[in-house]
């Protein structure tokens, strides 16, 4: 019942990112990156704001150093998302469950699972990343 909660209350944010990852993937093939390439980065950064960075430090040739110190930044206040969301989620959350959610959280699971009310399950944050 949660997962399909959360699905519901994120059928509006997936519908946003939709069009943000067109423009990531125009911006990947402008960079020269392969569709697969793109797929991954996608699927590693899992952010738009760092995959724009990786993007921009592809394209300025910039070093996997810089790479990896700009991802590090543009992204850093997740480290903030994620300690506040822990004192969020119900307490039987497993560490594996935590984990995951920590992974493949943004800004918009965030303001999804922090304006839940009461405490929430970690299958309602699953279900929220569905769509998105």
């Not at 944010?13 to 980065?41: D, E």
């Not at 110190?69 to 998302?81: E, G, H, K, P, W």
């Not at 935590?98 to 922090?114: K, N, P, Q, S, V």
Request: hydrophobic share 45%; proline share 2%.
């Amino acid at each position: 019942m949660e997962f399909k909660k959360g699905i519901k209350d994120s059928i509006p944010v997936g519908m946003g990112y939709f069009a943000v990852s067109f423009s990531l993937g125009i911006i990947a093939k402008n960079v020269g990156l392969s569709p697969i390439q793109g797929f991954l980065t996608s699927l590693f950064i899992n952010v738009s704001a760092g995959e724009y960075a990786v993007f921009l430090m592809i394209s300025t040739h910039g070093t996997f150093i810089q790479m990896i110190i700009m991802t590090l930044v543009s992204n850093a206040r997740y480290f903030l998302m994620s300690f506040a969301l822990s004192q969020k989620i119900e307490e039987k959350t497993t560490l594996f469950h935590r984990m995951c959610i920590g992974f493949d959280l943004t800004d918009e699971l965030f303001g999804l699972a922090i304006n839940h009310k009461g405490k929430v399950n970690y299958k309602y944050i699953y279900g929220n990343m569905v769509p998105i």
